[in-house]
């Protein structure tokens, strides 16, 4: 079943423990994204990777940090998190090619700062 | 002005009445998704669109490239239908518009 996984769904943690969110996608989609999701603001990208070790800042993000060692990996890092990092995660895949577009989303990390 | 406007921004239908969503955008694209959101819940692309017209269901979705356009119709609306209801487009990115509340009454 083509899907996108993240993990975890939920996580509660206090102000300054690095934590990644991890996000697996078994479709080998060049495109994978992550985007934050706030009450009024809509979906907003945080970084974006085109292939493996080719990542992008999206419009978010100070205080993020991503990976893409390999094509179906894109963990989200936050090194030091912060209450305004509380926030619903998504992860997406996508495949961007003419004649071909697909794209998924993962379920989604609620995460709460302390 | 956001690179992608959708209206309304909420819409309270009756049962079994004919919706449509309409989804403006401003860049070039090469892909425009239609994506539902329930409440608490995943995303889940319900279309994606580069030209013309697709259906599934109950649901039709269109776009006009050179309009820069899109619209998302729902026929015989059902209170399962109730979510939130965002266009997206691709251009070297995806780009969000801010959504579309629908509450369908029984």
């Known amino acids: 079943e083509a899907q996108v996984t993240q993990n975890p769904r939920y996580l509660i943690t206090v102000t300054g423990k690095k934590l990644t969110v991890t996000c697996s996608q078994n479709m080998n989609h060049e495109y994978m994204s992550w985007y934050r999701q706030d009450p009024g603001l809509g979906l907003r990208q945080i970084y974006y990777s085109m292939n493996v070790e080719v990542t992008d800042k999206g419009d978010v993000p100070e205080g993020y940090k991503v990976s893409r060692k390999e094509k179906r990996n894109f963990p989200l890092i936050l090194e030091s998190p912060s209450p305004n990092q509380t926030s619903l995660y998504f992860c997406?895949?996508?495949?961007?090619?003419?004649?071909?577009?697909?794209?998924?989303f993962g379920q989604g990390t609620r995460l709460t700062v302390v | 002005k956001n690179e992608v406007e959708q209206s309304p921004q909420n819409l309270t239908a009756q049962e079994g009445e004919f919706i449509t969503i309409n989804c403006s955008y401003s860049?070039?694209?090469?892909?425009l998704h239609w994506l539902q959101q329930h409440p608490g819940g995943g995303i889940v692309s319900l279309f994606m669109l580069s030209s013309g017209k697709k259906k599934h269901g109950r649901l039709i979705a269109t776009i006009n490239i050179q309009e820069k356009h899109s619209s998302l119709h729902i026929t015989a609306s059902h209170p399962r239908d109730s979510a939130v209801y965002i266009c997206?487009?691709?251009?070297?990115?995806?780009?969000f518009g801010a959504g579309t509340i629908l509450r369908v009454k029984s």
């Open positions: 997406a895949s996508g495949d961007y090619r003419i004649g071909n577009t697909e794209a998924f």
């Open positions: 860049v070039g694209i090469s892909a």
């Open positions: 997206a487009v691709y251009g070297n990115k995806l780009v």
